[in-house]
C-alpha cells in the first residue's frame, strides 16, 4: 500500500505564495501520476493539477498561468507552486497518485492524502 504526506499549507495574504509537497511512500510500486485537487467549503472537489510519470501536465483553467505542479520521480514527491495566490484559491488541498505495485502493474490503484489547508486572506 501507498501513503501520501501532504505538507506546506497554511495562511498567506493575497498576492502571496506557498509550496505544497505530497511525498509517497510504501514498497515495491511505481506512480503513474500525481495530482492535487482542492475542495473549498460547500464546493465539490475539484482538479487543480496533474503530472505524469513522464512529465506531461494538466492544469485547472482557474490556476493556469500562476500555479506550477513538478514531481521528484526518485522520491516520489509531487510538488505544487502556488503563485499570485487570490482568496478564491481557500481550499483544503489534497493530493492524488494512482499507482501499482511491481508485482501487478495492470492493477492500478488511487490514493489520496489527508489535506493540507490553504487559506488565503483578502
Known amino acids: 500500500q501507498v501513503q501520501l504526506v501532504e505538507s506546506g499549507g497554511g495562511l498567506v495574504q493575497a498576492g502571496g505564495s506557498l509550496r505544497l509537497s505530497c511525498a509517497a511512500s510504501?514498497?515495491?510500486?511505481?506512480?503513474?501520476?500525481m495530482g492535487w485537487y482542492r475542495q473549498a467549503p460547500g464546493k465539490q472537489r475539484e482538479l487543480v493539477a496533474s503530472?505524469?510519470?513522464?512529465?506531461?501536465?494538466d492544469y485547472a483553467a482557474s490556476v493556469k498561468g500562476r500555479f506550477t505542479i513538478s514531481r521528484d520521480n526518485a522520491k516520489n514527491t509531487a510538488y505544487l507552486q502556488m503563485n499570485s495566490l487570490k482568496p478564491e484559491d481557500t481550499a483544503v488541498y489534497y493530493c492524488?497518485?494512482?499507482?501499482?505495485?511491481?508485482?501487478?502493474?495492470?492493477?492500478?490503484?488511487?490514493?489520496w492524502g489527508k489535506g493540507t489547508l490553504v487559506t488565503v486572506s483578502a
Open positions: 492524488n497518485a494512482r499507482w501499482y505495485s511491481e508485482s501487478l502493474p495492470w492493477n492500478i490503484m488511487n490514493t
Open positions: 510504501g514498497n515495491n510500486f511505481a506512480i503513474n501520476s
Open positions: 503530472i505524469t510519470s513522464g512529465g506531461t501536465t
